[in-house]
Every structure is written in structure tokens, then in C-alpha cells.
């Protein structure tokens, strides 16, 4: 009986030593606590908020309160939202040094410093994530900026792909080895190739059978598959079961409607990526897979692409994801797509911000970390000087960035030039 009397009383003193130094440790720490004002605040998902305040403690936000303060960063004035999502950018295609398109296998110090910077541009533009899909060398660039070694947007990666040859690519069974072997290397995503380039027609690489066998092992392993597919390849990869479609062009309304029933996610690129072949048409011709003829191809692609999205977005229920298959030259820049998007393939603003925002971290099956601005998901936060919502060319101008709750960029508003496009 007396010990039972003296233990409670002794958890009374240990409780009354114990408890305050834990509220002291529960107070935000002022270092740690951030809030943002903002008069207007996309939410990710398709709402907006007017007039609160955005709390952040450490890497997440953890609260919506217009009554909180003090407010460390007056964003008001400006259209704040969640960080962009490109499903689809190769971080580390870069520029040679005699300026020509040097792809993205490069390993020199200097190759590695133009990814380095592609990432930093990536972040600048607005971009907190990025899948890339997929070069091995995106893996030590992906984990330097995990572990803050360098500033970036979070990667995701492929390593190496799966590129279709027909029969020559292997058995289902040497398929199913090669996708356990991305993901011994540390893939995030299994990036498959099932068309040719549209350069060269955009014929099946892949027959139906090595693709059920590729996405289903990817499946069996935990791993979403991203399909380059065009033509007849968009409704094989739907029906093999794979999570999304890159490019899709020439892909059929009754195609459509058949991911749009699997649930299989479409990027689409309505324009950036041609615009930039073209653009740096002299830096890309005559390099490895850019013979003079695939531009006359590319002039042509671009419209088909325009019809693509047009025909996405008539779609019921297909979910149409942000990805701009950014190359050297194109980082940075990845915000055109949106504008192409909403100028040339009929979507409406709200889509394509939410298609780079909560639909994009849906087809990552991150929805729960990133892509919309709630309690409880990473403080990735972008605000731009305009709205997009008004004016899709708002894009353009990202005055402040913040990735896990630190603050990468905050620039005077007059600071940012209309078109930022950077090239290293
Ligand atoms: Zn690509």
C-alpha cells in the first residue's frame, strides 16, 4: 500500500520536472515557425482562399489561419500556390562545351556542374519536384539535394530505361529481371520506351506481351511505369496496366477513353519541348538521334501535339498530368508548357495549375506529402507576381520559392524579368 502511495507521487515529481522542458520543446522556436501573408492562395486542388495566413513549422505547413502571426513574409499582392510538379524534365541533358547538345550521359566535371545548375534553374522557375526519367546520373543528383549538399528541386528517377527493340529487347522474363535491376539501383520509377521517336515515325517497339511484362513486374515491385508511347503503343501500355502515358501523340479518342476508364495518367507536351528543338535548332542538329529531317517532323509534331490536348481535355474523367520533357536548354523555362497548354491545347488556368499540383503528386502517389497547400504536407510554396488565373504568362514571373519550408527565392517584384530564360 505504501508503494503504491509513493509511486504515484514520485511520476507527480518526475511529470512536474518533465513537463515543462516538453512544452518548452512543443513551442515553435522562432527560427523554425514561418508564416506567410497572402490576399490570394491557390490551394493545389482547384480552390481559392483569400485573405489568411500560411503557418510553417520547420519543413511543413501545419496551419491556415488568417488570425496568425507575426508574419514573416507579406506575400500579399501576389498569387501564391503550391510548388510546381514536372512529371517529366531530363535534369541532366545539358549543353557541351561547344555548345552542341551533349544528352545526358555525361560524368566530367563540367557535365556535372551544368546539372547542378539545371536543378538550380528548375528550383528558381518554381519547380519543387521533378521526376526524371531517367538517366543513372540523375541518382547522385537526386541524393545531393536530399541531403542539402546542393539547392534543387526533390527528384525522382527512372535510372536507367527500358528501351524497346522489338523482340531484341528480351524475353518477358529478362524484362522482369531489368526492372528489378532499376530497382536495386535506386529507381523511384520504371521509365519504358514502347514507341520510337516521333522523328522516325513513332512505330511499337514493344510488343503487348513484353509491356504486360514490364508493368506488371513494376507493379509487383512497388514502382509506377512512365510509357513513352505514341499511335497503337498509348492503348497497348493502357491495357498492360501501366500508371501513365508520356507524349501520346496520335493517340485515338477511343484511346483516350480507355485510360480515362483504367485510370492511366497522360502528360502531353503542347509545345515547350518542340519550341525549344527549334529554337536551339543549331546547338541540336546533326547530334546523336537529331538528324536534319527530324525538324521537319517536329514542325509537324507540334500541331499534332496542340489536337492531342485539345482531345485530353474534351476527355471525361482522363487525368491529365504536367510534364514538359525539358532538355538542354528547356530548364528553367519548364513554366512555357503551361502557357502553350492554355494558349494552343484549350485548358483552362485552374487545370493546368492543378495538373502541376495536387494531380501531379497523385500520379508521384505523393498526394500526401506534396501538390497542395493543407496542414500536414511539405511547406513547398511558390508565389508569382500576376494571376495566372487572369493571365497565364504570370508563370513566367516567380518572385518567391520555398521548398520544405526554406526560402530559396524572394525577389523585389520589378527584380524578375518578363522572360527568364536563362541558358547555360
Ligand atoms: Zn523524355
Known amino acids: 500500500m505504501r508503494f503504491a502511495k509513493i509511486i504515484p507521487s514520485l511520476f507527480?515529481?518526475?511529470?512536474?520536472?518533465?513537463?515543462?522542458?516538453?512544452?518548452?520543446?512543443?513551442?515553435?522556436?522562432?527560427?523554425?515557425?514561418?508564416v506567410l501573408a497572402a490576399s490570394v492562395l491557390l490551394d493545389g486542388k482547384g480552390h481559392v482562399l483569400r485573405d489568411t495566413h500560411i503557418v510553417i513549422q520547420d519543413s511543413k505547413i501545419v496551419a491556415i489561419d488568417p488570425k496568425a502571426g507575426p508574419v514573416d513574409y507579406d506575400l500579399r499582392g501576389l498569387t501564391v500556390l503550391p510548388g510546381w510538379i514536372d512529371a517529366h524534365a531530363h535534369i541532366t541533358w545539358i549543353f557541351g562545351k561547344d555548345g552542341k547538345n551533349a544528352g545526358m550521359g555525361g560524368t566530367s566535371q563540367d557535365d556535372t556542374y551544368k546539372a547542378a545548375s539545371n536543378a538550380w534553374l528548375t528550383l528558381m522557375a518554381g519547380f519543387t519536384t521533378i521526376q526524371s526519367p531517367g538517366s543513372p546520373n540523375d541518382i547522385p543528383l537526386r541524393d545531393a539535394i536530399a541531403n542539402g549538399i546542393l539547392p534543387g528541386p526533390?527528384?525522382?528517377?527512372?535510372?536507367?530505361?527500358?528501351?524497346?527493340?522489338?523482340?531484341?529487347t528480351g524475353?518477358?522474363?529478362?524484362?522482369?529481371?531489368?526492372?528489378?535491376?532499376?530497382?536495386?539501383?535506386?529507381?523511384?520509377?520504371?521509365?519504358?520506351f514502347a514507341s520510337q521517336s516521333i522523328r522516325q515515325g513513332g512505330g511499337m517497339t514493344l510488343s503487348q506481351e513484353q509491356l504486360n511484362a514490364a508493368c506488371d513486374e513494376a507493379k509487383k515491385q512497388g514502382l509506377r511505369t512512365l510509357v513513352?508511347?505514341?499511335?497503337?503503343?498509348?492503348?497497348?501500355?493502357?491495357?498492360a496496366g501501366c500508371t501513365e502515358i508520356e507524349h501520346g501523340t496520335m493517340a485515338t479518342d477511343d484511346d483516350l477513353k480507355l485510360m480515362a476508364e483504367k485510370g492511366t495518367y497522360l502528360d502531353p507536351q503542347a509545345g515547350l519541348i518542340i519550341e525549344n528543338y527549334l529554337l536551339n535548332k543549331d546547338r541540336y542538329i546533326g547530334t546523336l538521334g537529331y538528324p536534319p529531317e527530324g525538324f521537319t517532323a517536329m514542325e509537324k509534331a507540334l500541331a499534332l501535339?496542340?489536337?492531342?490536348?485539345?482531345?485530353?481535355?474534351?476527355?471525361?474523367?482522363?487525368?491529365?498530368?504536367?510534364?514538359?520533357?525539358?532538355?538542354a536548354g528547356a530548364h528553367g523555362r519548364n513554366a512555357e508548357e503551361f502557357i502553350d497548354r492554355v494558349r494552343d491545347g484549350g485548358v483552362d488556368p485552374m487545370s493546368a495549375m492543378v495538373s502541376a499540383n495536387s494531380l501531379g503528386a497523385e500520379a508521384m502517389g505523393l498526394a500526401d506529402q506534396i501538390g497542395s497547400i493543407a496542414p500536414g504536407l511539405q511547406a513547398d510554396i511558390i508565389a508569382l507576381d500576376g494571376d495566372p488565373l487572369k493571365d497565364i504568362t504570370a508563370v513566367r514571373r516567380v518572385v518567391f520559392v520555398m521548398k520544405g519550408g526554406t526560402v530559396y527565392k524572394n525577389v523585389a517584384r520589378t527584380a524578375i524579368p518578363l522572360y527568364a530564360g536563362v541558358q547555360p
Open 228 to 239: 513513352h508511347a505514341y499511335k497503337d503503343a498509348v492503348r497497348a501500355a493502357t491495357l
Open 12 to 34: 507527480g515529481i518526475l511529470l512536474a520536472c518533465i513537463l515543462p522542458q516538453r512544452t518548452s520543446s512543443q513551442t515553435p522556436v522562432s527560427g523554425n515557425r514561418i
Open 171 to 192: 524475353t518477358p522474363d529478362e524484362l522482369r529481371a531489368f526492372v528489378r535491376k532499376q530497382k536495386e539501383a535506386g529507381a523511384d520509377l520504371i521509365k519504358i
Open 154 to 168: 526533390r527528384i525522382l528517377t527512372a535510372a536507367t530505361p527500358l528501351i524497346g527493340k522489338g523482340e531484341q
Open 305 to 327: 501535339n496542340h489536337e492531342l490536348v485539345q482531345h485530353a481535355m474534351k476527355t471525361p474523367g482522363l487525368k491529365v498530368v504536367f510534364g514538359t520533357d525539358a532538355v
